[in-house]
Every structure is written in structure tokens, then in C-alpha cells.
């Protein structure tokens, strides 16, 4: 694998480098002029910077390799794999995925050193770090966070609601619990939720009414649906303030229908992606009935883990 990282902090962008370079994973005594046979190599291995970042390698049987790396200062988890080989104290590793798809990376061997738990990597030129035996490999929907993208034309115009915001979710959770919740901000300042004075919000909430496990299909927006499923949506063009508040089941329906849906075309407890309509209305705007309203068109959704 190649040591250039993505990432803004140079300290975590190293460390998270080096991780998918692990290589060991059982108790043993140092290494020293005989290093230990490549069988030895095999297991997990953790490097953790205590609220900055975790990463976790496990070095499998058959010569592969995989790693989850978790920034935790950007809540952002990825991944990586590859093969690997160790011969005469030295690890050679090839990354042959990462983010969830295939790369084509060079071949890069590190010098490794072994006592008990630890495990000491010197790549050339850089200096030695030091990785604990760990216990068990997480997936990334273990720290619960999502990347979502979320948009739609709102009264024909397409507006983009994918900057981040509490992208925390567990979909295999939520899904079993019946209820999934989208969530995404629109935050032009690029200053985030507890700063922004522009952000506008969108929620997209599917649930069955009998509290049931989700499914892909169609969520419609009327209440006692013939399957139980459901859907609402709310729209706060104002983050900061909840007034106005737009909501699909806010109108007068004998006055402004209900109108909307959700069909979901995915569901699974990595990714949930599917499309909507709505028309939402602003009923505690002193305004109505009928009251102002917004039409959803062309929306979009994806909850996925990288």
C-alpha cells in the first residue's frame, strides 16, 4: 500500500498510512536474527490514538489482509485489503482495494520487529510506530456513521442536502426496529450545523406502523396503509429556527391532500437507497387554510458505509 493518506490532520494522515502495513497477530518473544515465520503474522492488530483515530488490521490465513480505519475527529470510517508476505523480518504488503473498490497499488515492504502484544513498524525513511495485539475486526457500520446523499428539485429547483450532518445511524438496527430515519443538511457556508446561518434541513422518515422490520417497496404517505408501511417528510428551510416547518401530513387534508411517496429500492444493513416525492406545508404559518406549501420532486437517497 502506498503511505499518502487522505485526510487534514498530517499526524492521524501518518498514522492511518502506516496501519494497513500490520502484520502480526500472535504472543511471542522479540524478534531478533531469526524472525519469526510468516504464520506468525496472523491476526489483529490495533493502532488507536485516544479521540483521533482507530484503525484495525487483520492479518488472515492464505496471505490477505483487511483494515478498517476510523477517524474520529471527522467521523469518516474506510476501508482496505490486500495480500502480504513476511520473510526474514520484513513485511511486505500490496493494497489491492480500498473504499469498497479494487485498486491497483505497488508492492511496499516494511522492517518489522515483535515483543510479546506489540508490534514495532520502521518504514524506510519514516519513523517507527508501535501497534497492540487487538481482540476483535469491527465493520464500519459499527461506529454508526453513514455517508448520506440527499436531494431533490424543491419547486423545480434541485437543491443538494449531502453536507454533513448527524450522519450517526445503524441501518441493520433501525431497519429490524422498523423505523429509518434520512437526514441531510444544506449548508452553503460550509460551516456546519452548530455555526451555519444559511442551513436548511430535509427529513425523510420510513417506518412501519406495527413496528414491524422494514423492506424495500413502496412507502406511501397515507396513515393504516394496506402493507403498514409509511412515510413523512419535513422540510425546515431555516435550520436555526423551527418556524416556518414544512411537513407532508400538515395540511387540512379535505383542503390540500396528502400527496407523496417513497420507494425503496434498497435495504440492507449497509445500504438503503431509494427515490420520493412529496408535497409538504407550512401549517403553523398563520397563513391558511390552504396553507404554503413545497413540492418534492425527482428526491433521492443513499445511506451507505464505505
Known amino acids: 500500500m502506498s503511505f499518502t493518506v487522505r ?3 498530517g499526524l492521524i494522515a501518518r498514522a492511518l498510512a502506516l496501519i494497513p502495513m500490520l502484520g502480526l497477530g500472535a ?6 536474527p531469526n524472525p519469526l515465520p ?6 489483529i492488530w490495533e493502532y488507536e490514538v485516544p479521540g483521533v483515530t482507530e484503525v484495525t488490521i487483520e492479518i488472515e490465513d492464505g496471505g490477505t489482509w483487511s483494515s478498517i480505519e476510523a477517524d474520529l475527529v471527522n467521523r469518516v470510517c474506510d476501508t482496505a485489503a490486500g495480500v502480504w508476505s513476511a520473510t526474514d523480518g520484513v513485511l511486505t504488503t500490496q493494497t489491492t482495494e ?3 473498490g479494487p485498486v491497483s497499488e505497488p508492492a511496499e515492504q516494511t522492517p518489522y520487529t515483535r515483543s510479546g502484544s506489540t508490534l ?7 519513523a517507527s510506530n508501535t501497534y497492540a495485539l487487538g481482540g476483535s475486526f469491527p465493520v464500519c457500520s459499527d461506529y454508526g456513521w453513514a455517508k448520506i446523499v440527499l436531494f431533490a428539485e424543491l419547486d423545480g429547483v434541485m437543491t443538494e442536502f449531502s453536507d454533513p450532518y448527524d450522519a450517526q445511524i445503524n441501518l441493520e438496527t433501525s431497519t429490524a426496529d422498523g423505523t429509518v430515519s434520512v437526514a441531510g443538511l444544506l449548508d452553503p457556508e460550509g460551516l456546519g450545523s452548530e455555526q451555519c446561518t444559511a442551513c436548511s434541513w430535509l427529513l425523510i422518515d420510513l417506518y412501519h406502523e406495527l413496528g414491524v422490520a422494514l423492506y424495500p417497496g413502496t412507502y406511501p404517505i397515507e396513515q393504516f ?4 408501511l409509511r412515510a413523512e417528510a419535513t422540510y425546515w428551510p431555516d435550520f436555526q429556527s423551527a418556524d ?3 411537513g407532508s401530513n400538515d395540511s387540512d387534508p379535505s383542503l390540500q391532500p396528502w400527496t407523496g411517496q417513497v420507494v425503496v429500492s434498497t435495504l440492507s444493513p449497509l445500504v438503503a ?3 420520493f416525492e412529496f408535497t409538504v406545508f407550512d401549517s403553523g404559518s398563520g397563513t391558511g387554510p390552504p396553507y404554503p406549501s413545497v413540492v418534492l420532486t425527482n428526491g433521492y437517497f443513499r445511506i451507505s458505509y464505505n
Do not use: F, M, V
Not at 504472543?27 to 531478533?32: K, Q, R, V
Not at 514495532?120 to 519514516?126: A, H, K, N, R, V
Open 7 to 9: 485526510g487534514s490532520h
Open 27 to 32: 504472543c511471542s518473544e522479540t524478534t531478533g
Open 38 to 43: 510468516a504464520d506468525a503474522l496472523i491476526g
Open 98 to 100: 480500498r473504499y469498497g
Open 120 to 126: 514495532t513498524l520502521t518504514p524506510p525513511g519514516e
Open 225 to 228: 396503509g394496506p402493507t403498514g
Open 244 to 246: 416556518p416547518t414544512y
Open 273 to 275: 437507497e431509494g427515490s
